[in-house]
């Protein structure tokens, strides 16, 4: 497919009752950039993309024009089988990353079978201070670095990320209650000497309550450290 192809084929699959949904759970997108088609409709695009040979002329051309596109650019990164390659292209892509959805939908699996080489560029993703390729790095560091690799060192680089972004420290929050299904230990004096500014803090607490993973006494126990008196 040509360019002029794609957008025509977006445009065919719009749905407008759910772009109108759309438009409200991702404010940092300005609304006329959406063209409003399901996720499921985006993913068997992305793998028509792949089986026709045109998702290489997709990532190559940047920025996108619509919302959909970075979706399709995020899905088609998500299946590269050549890490070397993947890597590369989510580099050249994560700048042009403008919201949360995009950010997450972008997952490579081929990153789970390289996760060692992978830490060096989690680090130079974490320093940015660009807010989706940092939400980014943190969520690498959830997916990948919270099991057989784990290492103490990982929950004290997110927890040394200074941001007033809400949607890395939206992340962050994740990023903790997450470690304390996995590594419950290891994580919990993050909360007890209040490692996390307080709104992280509270929402880690937060999510981690809300979680089937975590024991009722540990859930308990994380309660009583949620900080009281204050806005959070």
């Known amino acids: ?4 192809e794609i957008r025509e084929r977006l445009l065919s699959m719009q749905d407008q009752k759910y772009r109108d949904f759309q438009v409200k759970l991702i404010p940092s997108v300005p609304p006329e950039t959406v063209t409003g088609v399901r996720t499921p409709d985006l993913r068997k695009l992305a793998k028509e993309l792949q089986a026709d040979g045109s998702a290489d002329l997709l990532i190559q051309t940047l920025p996108h024009d619509c919302f959909e596109e970075n979706q399709l650019h995020a899905f088609i990164l998500s299946d590269m089988k050549d890490y070397g390659t993947c890597l590369d292209a989510v580099t050249r892509f994560l700048p042009y990353v403008d919201n949360w959805a995009t950010c997450d939908q972008m997952s490579p699996k081929v990153f789970r079978k390289h996760a060692p080489e992978l830490l060096g560029s989690v680090k130079t993703w974490l320093a940015s201070g660009e ?15 919270l099991d057989d690799r784990f290492d103490p060192a990982y929950p004290e680089m997110v927890a040394s990320v200074h941001s ?30 209040h490692r996390l500014d307080q709104w992280t803090h509270q929402k880690a607490i937060q999510k981690a309550v809300e979680s089937f993973r975590i024991r009722p006494e540990q859930k308990e126990y994380l309660k009583s450290l949620r900080i009281t008196g204050e806005e959070s």
């Open 1 to 4: 497919m040509t360019l002029q």
């Open 131 to 145: 807010t989706y390729t940092v939400r980014f790095a943190i969520r690498m560091l959830m997916d990948h670095f």
């Open 164 to 193: 007033e972004e809400y949607y890395v420290r939206m992340m962050a929050a994740w990023y903790f209650a997450t470690a304390l299904a996995k590594q419950y230990d290891a994580v919990l004096p993050y909360l007890e000497n």
